[in-house]
């Protein structure tokens, strides 16, 4: 399964909303249990991958609620509600229907 | 506390092999699934294996399938990656990574061993 992320690069002023999109070249949607097998990571510059959320909108414990996921079957959003400083990182999608997981190419967020 | 800490990196030449190596404390190790995944310099993240708790069930990514071998000692917390005819293209940092019991995906990751393959 192919992920492909948009847009490559994305700069947003402090308190804005950023909203980065994936979308999957099949769909993740496993109609059995109704899960769409989406995560999102934040990898900031010189640390490894985090995970943000998975089931494509269910925030991992301890990360901030303005990270809202959502989307469903080949086609998803990760939003950040208000832009904070220590939000800029790179953000990759991934799906884990099927192995191998494949990651989206990542996209770069930044402070305008 | 979840601990994973990756080692063996070096520079190598193509045509080699390496051992990767990935101590992990602060969970049950022998129950959980693990991940290995790198970072190549400029090319973001590639899914490369997953080795099931016992050892007795690996899927691999279709870059590494029959160079690689993902392997793991319970007793002594460890898991292994065996890297043979290494190519330049596989370069870049290593990361182990602890299987979520949620979803069976990349959940908390090591902070990586580098490699790099060149002549």
């Known amino acids: 399964i192919v992920m492909t992320q948009s847009p490559d690069s994305l700069a947003v002023s402090l308190g804005e909303r950023a909203t980065i999109n994936c979308k999957s070249s099949q769909s993740v949607l496993y109609r059995s249990n109704n899960k769409n097998y989406l995560a999102w990571y934040q990898q900031k510059p010189g640390q490894p991958p985090k995970l943000l959320i998975y089931?494509?909108?269910t925030r991992e414990f301890g990360v901030p609620d303005r990270f809202g996921g959502s989307g469903s079957g080949t086609d998803f959003t990760l939003t950040i509600s208000s832009l904070q400083a220590e939000d800029v990182a790179l953000y990759y999608c991934?799906?884990?229907?099927?192995?191998?997981?494949?990651f989206g190419q990542g996209t770069k967020l930044e402070i305008k | 506390q979840v601990q994973l800490v990756e080692s063996g990196g070096d520079v190598v030449q193509p045509g080699r092999s390496l051992r990767l190596s990935c101590a992990a404390s602060?969970?049950?190790?022998?129950?959980?699934?693990m991940h290995w995944v790198r970072e190549a310099p400029g090319k973001g993240l590639e899914w490369m294996a997953v080795?099931?708790?016992?050892?007795?069930?690996?899927y691999y990514g279709d870059s590494v399938k029959g160079r690689f071998t993902a392997s793991r000692d319970n007793p002594r917390n460890t898991l292994f990656l065996q890297m043979n005819s290494l190519r330049v293209e596989d370069t870049g940092v290593y990361y182990c990574?602890?299987?979520?019991?949620?979803?069976?995906?990349?959940?908390?990751w090591g902070q990586g061993t580098l490699v790099t393959v060149s002549s």
């Open positions: 602060g969970f049950t190790f022998s129950s959980t699934a």
């Open positions: 990574v602890r299987s979520s019991v949620r979803t069976g995906t990349t959940e908390f």
């Open positions: 089931w494509a909108s």
């Open positions: 991934q799906q884990y229907f099927t192995t191998p997981f494949t």
């Open positions: 080795i099931s708790h016992d050892g007795k069930t690996i």
